[in-house]
Each structure stands twice: as structure tokens, then as C-alpha cells.
């Protein structure tokens, strides 16, 4: 008896049947396209694209099922990987090959996202999340199998009640998900490090287009981003409104860079280097706890954007703030007292009375310094001259950073001692 493994011993090759599945949905999806749907009715619309959406995710799991399979076709053509037979054969360029390559090797590990996509319940985007996701828990030496386990069941329960970037937001945190008590504080060492690395990474650049135009190109931490983009909307918005009222409409994001024109043109010089003026109004949700700790969390604004609590002291220090504060039962201790900048004619003072920045080992002049509150707002500080002192941007940040401590000297300067 042949073991031939290519042929149906019933007598039925199985490759004309694949022939003959493939065929078949070829021809439904041509037939489909004949119709207009100009003319379809508006359930018939939402229930094609609500099918299509599943559909999609079953061709993407059929797709990559085959690419975790197909090392066979690099031994037969000669390619160096199936990434090389897809550029030569399908000319789809290496770079997409290969992740997709990839993504079809992390998918064929993880037994509930495979699942999930042939299903059609977990789309290819959010597939892609997971399986980073999981990737990481899987890095993470304090994760154990059962970690890895419980989290790619509650990212693919996820996958159908959020968006692909929601659900991004949750695989960051997931091992909180899974066990809070054991891994709260890995999560605000890992937000730690990612605003520092935030920090390293910002940037800004401008070139000139030679017709009347400049190209700005930044990157800055999410938490400067969430003020910018609330400052631009509250001055968008109005002329948003105003536009539409007249019959008119204009792109959105020409006028958010309207809005950033005008907060440039009408920034009040007098009042550099303060802060770079009024910082907009924030909310910042944390724990008591949280407060008080060094390696704590909050969320910034209405989004759940997590940051550190030592990020969000220093925010303190530069915005208005409107805290809300959790107690041990997330109930609301506060909500309401507004945290206010150092009035023009204080920081004028604090100029004449300290000329530079405060830090032991610093001489920056005072036009490039900040006004920090000595004793927190979270801890009662008031802002008034005797609890503030000039610090520049970078010792400001460093007071703030739990990986240092400090002291004030006798002849009020601030002396640094790095944690071992």
C-alpha cells in the first residue's frame, strides 16, 4: 500500500480539492464585486462589512498557517527563505516577507490567537498586538507559564471589546492584569524606564521647503504630547464650530497646525523662561499610596496614559494639575483644588535672589531655569518664595527621578547623592 502522503487513499487527490475550495472563493468574491452596492440596502451593507471583517481574519489565519508551513517551498525553489520565493514569485518586497514570515511563527505558538483569528473574532492588527505582547511576558524572567498562559487568554477576551491600539495599551501592562500584588512594581519600574528612555529620544527639527513653509518634525514623552494636543484642541475647536455654522469645512489637522501657529504668535515673551507659560489643565488619577511613593503610578488625562509618580510630582511643579486622588477603595478624596504657577513677579524675585540654578554642581543662568516647589504640593507645599527654588531642566527632572535623593545646604543649594 503506497504512504504516498499526497494522495487520498479514497482515491481523491487532496490538492484538487484545495483547488476546489480556493476556486470556489474566488468565484463567490467575483460574483460579489459584480454588484453595486450603491443599490444595496443599509443592512445589507452593515452586515457585509460586519462578515468581511470576520473573513478577513480567517484568510489571515489561513495565510499564516500556510507560512509556518511552507519551509518546504525554500528547499524546492532554491530561495534562501519563503520571504525570497514571496519577493521573486508574488513581489512582495523582503522587509514584508519576512515579518510576515515571522508573525506567522509567533501565531502558530500561541494555541488561543490561532484560534481566535480562525474564528474570525481576533483580527490580524490585534493579533499582531498579542503576540507582541506575549513576547514579552514570555522575555520577562519574573513570568512564569501560567502567567503567560492567563495573559493571552485576557488579551484575546480583549480583542473583542477593544481597538488594536486600546488593546496595545493593556498588552503593556498585562502582568498587572494577571497578578497586581506581584507585579505592581515591575510596572512602575518599566514606566520608569520608558520615560527616561522618552527623554533620550526627544527631539525637534525644522527644514525650511523654499516656498514660504517650514517642516517641524518632533518626538517628544506622551505626556508633553497629551498637554500639546489639548492645548491645540481647545483653540481648534472653537474655529471648528465657527467654520462649520457658515457651510464651511476645513481639514482638522490644518487647524490644529493653525492652533500651533497661534500659540507660537501669541506666547507672551515676558514671561520666559516660565515653564513655557501656563501648561494646560490635566487630570492626574492615582492611589494615596501612589502619592507618597517613590515607584507609584498615575493615569494622565481621560485616556488611562500611565505615567510614573515621580513624572507626575514634576508635572506638578509646571502645571495646573487638577489631582484626583484614590483612596484604598478607588473612592474620590479630592477633586478640585488647581495647582497655580509661580506668578510673574515671583519668579522675578526668585531670579534676584538665587541668579542660577540651585543644584550643587550646576551655574546654569536663571533665564534657562524653573521654579520647584521644595516641598511637594502632594506633601502641602505652598508656591510661595520661601518653598521654591530655581533649578534648570535637567536638575528639575533629577529631583524628581527616585533614583536620587537630595538635600538642601546651608547656603540653599541642592546637593544630588545618586541611590545605590
Known amino acids: 500500500m503506497s504512504l504516498d502522503g499526497s ?13 476546489a475550495e480556493l ?23 452593515k452586515t457585509a462589512l460586519e462578515r468581511i471583517e470576520r473573513l478577513q481574519a480567517k484568510q ?29 514569485e508574488l513581489l512582495v518586497d523582503k522587509k514584508t516577507g519576512r515579518a510576515e514570515v515571522k508573525f506567522a511563527a509567533a501565531v502558530s505558538r500561541y494555541e488561543l490567537v490561532a484560534a481566535g483569528l480562525a474564528e474570525g473574532v481576533v ?35 480583549y480583542a473583542t471589546q477593544m481597538t488594536a491600539e486600546d488593546l496595545k ?15 505592581e512594581t515591575a510596572e512602575a519600574k518599566a514606566l520608569q524606564r520608558e520615560e527616561e528612555a522618552a527623554q533620550r529620544r526627544t527631539f525637534f527639527q525644522s527644514r525650511a521647503n523654499g516656498d514660504g513653509t517650514v517642516d517641524i518634525h518632533a518626538r517628544v514623552s506622551t505626556a508633553v504630547a497629551i498637554r500639546l494636543r489639548t492645548i491645540l484642541d481647545s483653540l481648534a ?17 490644518r487647524l490644529l497646525g493653525q492652533a500651533f501657529a497661534r500659540i507660537i504668535e501669541t506666547y507672551d515673551v515676558d514671561q520666559l523662561p516660565r515653564h513655557g507659560g501656563h501648561a494646560t489643565t490635566v487630570f492626574i488619577t492615582m492611589s494615596v499610596e501612589d502619592l507618597r511613593n517613590d515607584l507609584g503610578t498615575a493615569a494622565l488625562g481621560f485616556d488611562g496614559d500611565q505615567i510614573t509618580a515621580a513624572e507626575a510630582r514634576r508635572i ?14 478607588s473612592e474620590i478624596l479630592d477633586f478640585g483644588r488647581s495647582i497655580r504657577l509661580a506668578h510673574p513677579v515671583q519668579h522675578r524675585a526668585l531670579r534676584l535672589r538665587d541668579k542660577c540654578c540651585q543644584a550643587e554642581d550646576c551655574d546654569a543662568p536663571a533665564a534657562w531655569t524653573e521654579a520647584h516647589h521644595l516641598k511637594p504640593w502632594s506633601a502641602g507645599g505652598r508656591t510661595d518664595l520661601a518653598n521654591m527654588v530655581l533649578l534648570c531642566p535637567s536638575d528639575h527632572r533629577r529631583i524628581h527621578d527616585p533614583d536620587y535623593t537630595h538635600e538642601r545646604l546651608p547656603d540653599g543649594r541642592i546637593r544630588f547623592t545618586h541611590r545605590i
Not at 317 to 322: G, K
Open 169 to 183: 495599551n493593556v498588552g503593556k501592562r498585562i502582568l498587572f492584569e494577571v497578578d497586581p500584588e506581584r507585579f
Open 316 to 329: 506638578a511643579c509646571n502645571a495646573d494639575l487638577i489631582p484626583v486622588v484614590l483612596g484604598t477603595d
Open 237 to 253: 475647536q472653537p474655529r471648528k464650530l465657527s467654520a462649520e455654522d457658515k457651510g464651511r469645512k476645513a481639514p482638522y489637522d
Open 23 to 45: 476556486a470556489a472563493i474566488e468565484s463567490s468574491l467575483d460574483t460579489l464585486l459584480t454588484r453595486d452596492p450603491a443599490y444595496w440596502r443599509t443592512s445589507q451593507k
Open 60 to 88: 489571515a489565519a489561513l495565510k499564516l498557517r500556510i507560512l509556518a508551513a511552507a519551509g518546504d517551498i525554500a528547499e524546492e525553489t532554491g530561495a534562501k527563505d519563503v520571504s525570497g520565493w514571496m519577493l521573486t
Open 7 to 19: 494522495i487520498d487513499h479514497w482515491g481523491i487527490n487532496p490538492a484538487d480539492a484545495i483547488d
Open 123 to 157: 483580527s490580524q492588527d490585534k493579533a499582531r498586538v498579542i503576540t507582541k505582547a506575549l513576547e514579552a511576558v514570555e522575555a520577562d524572567p519574573a513570568a512564569s507559564r501560567e502567567d503567560l498562559l492567563l495573559a493571552e487568554k485576557l488579551l484575546v477576551d
